[in-house]
């Protein structure tokens, strides 16, 4: 369920990242009757405040998907130790099920 949460959190935070990037509008100039073929584009330039924002995203963004890889390997880490743990139990009670038969056939 946590690695169901995770991802659904990282997806929302790079979609929202997508929705606020900055259109950059580019006109082309107006050509003369005698062309060379050759348009000119012109680009606005983003504003301080576009830029701090992508920044202040892009860092969150980050920030997220970082906390996304540790929740991540923590849970690995569980599995890994459960594993473990299975694996113990299950040797312990293979050897008590070996010494049951050994004591039943010594009677």
């Known amino acids: 369920m946590n690695k169901l ?5 990282t997806g929302l935070f790079a979609t929202s990242v997508f929705a606020q990037a900055t259109n950059t509008t580019t006109t082309t100039a107006p050509t ?6 050759a348009s000119t584009t ?17 860092k969150a963004d980050a920030k997220a998907d ?3 890889a540790k929740a991540d390997a923590k849970a ?14 299950k040797a312990e009670a293979s050897v ?3 010494e049951k038969k050994a004591d039943a056939q010594s009677k």
């Open 5 to 9: 949460i995770a991802t659904l959190l």
């Open 32 to 37: 003369t009757g005698m062309s060379s073929g």
């Open 42 to 58: 012109l680009e606005t330039p983003a504003s301080k405040a576009d830029i701090k924002a992508d920044a202040k995203a892009e």
């Open 66 to 68: 970082e906390k996304a």
């Open 76 to 89: 690995q880490k569980k599995i890994a130790k459960a594993d473990a743990k299975a694996k113990k139990d």
């Open 96 to 98: 008590d099920a070996a």
